[in-house]
Antibody, heavy 122, light 109 residues
Framework: EVQLVESGGDLVQPGGSLRLSCAAS????????MIWVRHAPGKGLEWISY????????SYADSVKGRFTISRDNAKNSLYLQMNSLRVEDTAVYYC???????????????WGKGTTVTVSS | EIVLTQSPGTLSLSPGERATLSCRAS???????LAWYQQKTGQAPRLLIY???SRATGIPDRFSGSGSGTDFTLTISRLEPEDFAVYYC??????????FGGGTKVEIK
């Protein structure tokens, strides 16, 4: 069973930094690309960042580009999100998500953690 | 940039009724790249449909997906009490790498 457990969410002041972690288990972590998705209060889901299984390909949403950094440690089955220069609008629940790509079948997010809450406020 | 527009924003229905949710893309999307998710209040989203029409593991057959090009549909044939939730469509592959629709809330009438 896929298990993804996020941690690191906290209350932080605008301009501050946080590092989110995601511990993965129940699958071969180093064969899957991973994603961070967030859900701000009263809003819809927003994709934040993507990292391929070997970390060769990384991508960010424009809203976080230059401020957030995604990384992974396959030896530790862990995914990370370094969040700098945090803004009030970054307040959200952050989900660690497994991405599955099966050519000619589907490209989809098939495993979600329970999320960790980041609150940016003075 | 591909934009996904979901309609209606809110669907008020009774248990046992049929729900039809629409997801319209601003540009053509490969069916392989279109998925649907269900999110209940306070919970993480759950994959329902991938490849526009394939049900994920454990998803009841009252959920079905269809469509191609720019128009996709999620249908719930007979609403069960546990189906009242928010539903999102999502595409992969075009800038930005992933896009979600704004969501459709299915509420009890």
């Amino acid at each position: 069973e896929v298990q993804l457990v996020e941690s690191g969410g906290d209350l932080v002041q605008p301009g501050g930094s946080l590092r989110l972690s995601c511990a993965a288990s129940g699958f071969t972590f180093n064969t899957y690309s991973m994603i961070w998705v967030r859900h701000a209060p009263g809003k819809g889901l927003e994709w934040i960042s993507y990292i391929s299984n070997t970390s060769n390909t990384i991508s960010y949403a424009d809203s976080v580009k230059g401020r957030f950094t995604i990384s992974r440690d396959n030896a530790k089955n862990s995914l990370y999100l370094q969040m700098n220069s945090l803004r009030v609008e970054d307040t959200a629940v952050y989900y660690c998500v497994r991405f599955r790509a099966v050519r000619e079948v589907g490209y989809y997010m098939d495993g979600w953690g329970k999320g960790t809450t980041v609150t940016v406020s003075s | 940039e591909i934009v996904l527009t979901q309609s209606p924003g809110t669907l008020s229905l009774s248990p046992g009724e049929r729900a039809t949710l629409s997801c319209r893309a601003s540009q053509s999307v490969s069916s392989t790249y279109l998925a649907w998710y269900q999110q209940k209040t306070g919970q993480a989203p759950r994959l329902l449909i991938y490849g526009a029409s394939s049900r994920a593991t454990g998803i009841p057959d009252r959920f079905s997906g269809s469509g191609s090009g720019t128009d996709f549909t999620l249908t719930i044939s007979r609403l069960e009490p546990e189906d009242f939730a928010v539903y999102y469509c999502q595409q992969y592959g075009s800038s930005p790498l992933f896009t979600f629709g704004g969501g459709t809330k299915v509420e009890i009438k």
